[in-house]
């Protein structure tokens, strides 16, 4: 993926299988965010292609979600103004059809369907633990809850592969717990994860394996003790021997810059 | 004689069409922020296509019974094509173009579209003669006709039809999500090309409804009769606040009385002898929006960014 004379991701070939976490980690601007807009059809790649249970997808992105994958965002990006029932069920669009005639004409056929759509999203809610709250306006949760919504909303498509966008991005260490369980709750039905993240306590917890992105390009992919022990990854990303205790303070601020890198990508 | 309640009915008609004509530009600002300059047009073609129905294809001195439904259809095929058409063909190419380039792109549709009917429907150069429906019917002082009858009953099915739509379908929520956020909610499945499709053409078909009930009630239509209209029912639409629906109705409403009263009873106040009359309805009807503006700058029902779509 190149824009104009940058070239953001190179050459990233990437597998996630069925029942897998796998993290995607890297330095600001390494183009984390990048390559999952490639994956999603936001951005065309330059070059290559993107496959999905053996078809290439076409950089469509109301598509590529029909096909199974489905993401958050780095930065919450909910329908603020409907309600949490409201963002789940636009969340379910493509699992659910509906013709113009028989949504004007109101036939049984679309009031089952609407229902068991209706019922399939308060499920969901369920698991993420929202059901309470469903006729809230989005805008009006608090910012953790938020965050789950926006899991919900993309699990709503169905997907085989989620993609997680810096999932606690600003949460306190209970908070970062809960999406831990909740992500390993994903993986237990059977769903491929793939998540971008900063805090590393978080991905070597949670990932089988863990990719590392460095100005673009992989640098080593393995397991989490295979890239904490790699010297290169060391050097070029977290600077020093990783020891999990003072950085759990660090993500939150790393978060807020790699918006600014993603102004300077694009 | 008390000719206040004849004057209400009077501006809450008119404020009816402007409704229906503010729909549809009130629909693509709200999903593609643009201001679809050419609607008055689309509005203007959906009376030609209402006519050509009744003048060249329905036998003459078909009832109008029969005639009024199908010249509702043929105005609603020729509204939507041209404003679907419209779309694909003028705005779609430029949705990553600079703002000012759709609106001068819409003016210039305006005009093209104007004299294409002037110079080809024939006898359009002159306002032409449209079936009029004039059965008046009196209820206490008011007098109504039946053009009128038929102008409240389509707005109520229309409006109501249309707030079910976005509220409670699929299609409806997907509208709500592109209207908030098209990049996600393309995310989320939706074909954004598909749903700003459906709101031209629903923007469509309520002017086309709009100008069957502008010819049955006035009894002529000309190419020009799209200009005023599209700007009172833009008007109207700011006025309501731009990108919600309900505020369109209540604008095109609100408009469509301020005017009628105005142009009754302005000259009623001492000193202003000169400034009633239809002469001035316009005058009056900016003068509100003005006023609107200043002090509510979203609009009457600005606030409710929810319901954009």
């Known amino acids: 993926m190149r824009f104009g004379g940058l070239t ?11 029942g897998e976490i796998v993290g995607l980690i890297g330095p600001n601007g390494a183009g984390k965010t990048t390559f999952f807009n490639c994956l999603t059809g936001l951005y065309v790649p330059t070059e290559g292609t ?55 004409l109101r036939g049984p056929g679309f009031k089952r369907a609407e229902k068991a759509s209706e019922e399939r999203a308060m499920e969901l809610l369920e698991f ?9 306006l989005a805008r009006n949760l608090p910012y953790g809850e938020q965050r789950k919504l926006e899991i919900a909303r993309a699990l709503a498509s169905e997907p085989g592969l989620l993609l997680l966008d810096e999932p606690t991005a600003g949460m306190n260490p209970q908070e970062t717990r809960a999406t831990e369980e909740l992500v390993f709750a994903i993986r237990d039905k059977g769903i491929a994860v793939l998540v971008i993240e900063h805090d590393m306590r978080f991905i070597f917890n949670l990932c089988d394996r863990v990719a590392v992105l460095v100005q673009g390009e992989k640098l080593v992919e393995g397991t989490s003790d295979v890239v904490q022990a790699d010297e290169r990854v060391v050097a070029a990303y977290l600077g020093e021997p990783f020891e999990p205790t003072p950085e759990d303070t660090q993500p939150a601020a790393e978060a807020e810059s790699t918006t600014s890198t993603k102004g300077e990508a694009q | 004689m008390n000719t206040l309640p004849q004057q209400l009915a009077n501006g809450l008609l008119l404020g009816s069409m402007y409704g229906l004509i503010a729909i549809g530009y009130t629909m693509v600002y709200g999903i593609v922020q643009l201001i679809n300059f050419a609607h008055g047009e689309i509005f203007m073609t959906g009376a030609f296509g209402a006519l050509t129905v009744y003048a060249y294809i329905l036998p003459d001195g078909t009832s109008m019974v029969v005639a009024v439904p199908l010249m509702l259809i043929g105005g609603g095929i020729v509204s939507v094509l041209v404003a679907v058409g419209a779309e694909r063909f003028a705005y779609r190419p430029l949705r990553q173009a600079p703002r000012l380039a759709p609106l001068i792109t819409a003016i210039g549709l305006s005009l093209a579209l104007q004299e294409v009917v002037r110079n080809f429907y024939p006898g359009a150069d002159k306002d032409r003669s449209f079936p009029s429906l004039d059965g008046s019917h009196d209820i206490g002082s008011v007098t109504i006709t039946d053009a009128d009858i038929f102008l409240v009953v389509a707005a109520i099915v229309c409006m109501s039809g249309l707030a079910w739509f976005v509220r409670k379908s699929r299609t409806g929520r997907a509208m709500q999500a592109t209207a908030q956020d098209p990049d996600t909610s393309q995310l989320m499945g939706i074909d954004t090309n598909r749903i700003i499709v459906i709101a031209f053409a629903i923007g469509g078909f ?12 006035y009894g002529n239509i000309g190419y020009r009769m799209g200009f005023l209209m ?39 106040i001492p000193g202003m002898q000169q400034l009633g009359g239809s002469g001035w309805a316009n005058v009056w009807a900016f003068c509100l929006l003005i006023l609107v503006l200043l002090f509510r700058p979203q609009g009457l029902l600005g606030e409710r960014v929810a319901d954009r779509a």
Do not use: C
């Open chain 1, 8 to 18: 953001a991701v190179r050459s990233v070939d990437f597998t996630v299988n069925a």
């Open chain 1, 50 to 104: 993107v496959s999905y249970q053996g078809t290439v997808l076409p950089p469509k992105p109301h598509l590529v979600t029909k096909a199974g994958i489905a993401r958050t965002f780095q930065n919450i990006r909910l329908f603020a103004n409907m309600t949490v029932l409201e963002n789940v069920l636009v969340g379910r669009h493509t699992r659910t059809k509906e013709g113009l005639w028989s949504a004007l």
């Open chain 1, 128 to 136: 993420i633990g929202l059901a309470h709250k469903r006729d809230h």
């Open chain 2, 206 to 217: 309520f002017a086309a409804v709009a100008a069957v009930s502008y010819g049955l009630k």
């Open chain 2, 230 to 268: 599209g700007l009172k029912a833009f008007t109207a639409a700011v006025m309501g606040g731009i990108g919600n629906i309900y505020g369109a109705m209540l604008g095109g409403v609100v408009l469509g009385v301020a005017e009628t009263l105005a142009s009754a009873y302005i000259n009623h």
